[in-house]
């Protein structure tokens, strides 16, 4: 069995000091597959580059929230062109969403961003990885009445309540991403994860943020994804190996490649 990061930022400049080595433990601690979602335009060249560092690397690509400003029409264009061109290559639309933590002003920009790179992912029939700060109520006004509406997509980070889990199990094949968020006390993380089902959980970082305890505050990497497996597993009552087996089977089941982008 392995694990499976299904989120993390390994070309972020944190890792430029000791990149190969980090990869390298996070394959010593069992992670077999990590999944690097893309952030805007500039990012491209860093992602592809670390990518090409290790087969157990598999970059994503869409424009992330934060960055969706006046001038996002451009810079969709340009992130739309590499993933159309190399639709092979890329194994989701994201990060992509509504970020409402930072910059409220920019929420009309978000969503009609957020509506395109649906209407990417259904047409290429790929996940949408979703970013959704402070905004996960956005998100589902935006996603239920969507037809079409991508067929499947994981809440990154999901921070959300017990309704909103029965509204996105009602989406279809949407999955909740549970991080180092689950390891902090007072998150009420690892008692809300017991109100989504086990087939729909599967398991990230977010390197280089949002590390896990014992590592809060510190730099994040995909090999403290056994720390969130543990916390989990304890949470729910499991096994870490019965946790590692059931969220890499749920992470390999999001990012399953169709016909249309064939590997």
């Known amino acids: 069995m392995m694990l ?7 070309y972020a400049s944190e890792f430029d000091g000791d990149r190969l080595e980090m990869i390298h ?3 010593q601690a069992g992670v077999g597959r990590i999944y690097l979602p893309n952030v805007d335009a500039d990012t491209i060249p860093a992602l592809l580059s670390t990518c090409a560092l ?8 869409g424009l992330h929230p934060c960055q969706v400003t006046a001038g996002f029409t451009e810079t969709l264009a340009e992130i739309k062109g590499e993933l159309y ?3 092979r290559l890329y194994y989701a639309v994201g990060e992509m969403g509504i970020d409402l933590h930072w910059d ?3 929420r009309p920009y978000q969503e009609e961003a957020f509506r395109v790179q649906c ?12 970013h959704s700060r402070e905004a996960t109520e956005a998100v589902l006004e935006l996603l239920e009445p969507m037809d079409p509406r991508p ?3 994981v809440f990154h980070c999901f921070s959300g309540d017990r309704h909103q889990v029965e509204r996105i199990q009602a989406l279809g094949n949407y999955y909740f991403g549970i991080g180092g968020v689950i390891t902090y006390k007072n998150s009420g993380l690892a008692a809300l994860v017991k109100n989504i089902p086990l087939d729909r959980i599967v398991l990230e970082t977010d390197a280089p943020y949002l590390a896990p305890t014992p590592f809060r505050g510190k730099r994040n990497e995909p090999a403290f994804l056994v720390n969130i497996a543990e916390s989990l597993g304890r949470a729910l009552g499991l096994p870490v190996d019965e946790i590692e087996k059931i969220t890499t089977g749920n992470a390999l089941a999001l990012f399953e490649r169709s016909g249309k982008v064939e590997g």
């Open 85 to 87: 061109r190399n639709s």
């Open 54 to 61: 290790s087969d157990i690397l598999y970059p994503m690509m």
């Open 4 to 10: 499976v990061d299904t989120h993390a930022h390994l």
């Open 119 to 130: 209407g990417w992912a259904c047409e290429l029939d790929l996940p949408v990885v979703i």
């Open 104 to 106: 409220k002003t920019t």
């Open 25 to 27: 433990r996070a394959i």
């Open 151 to 153: 067929a499947r997509g």
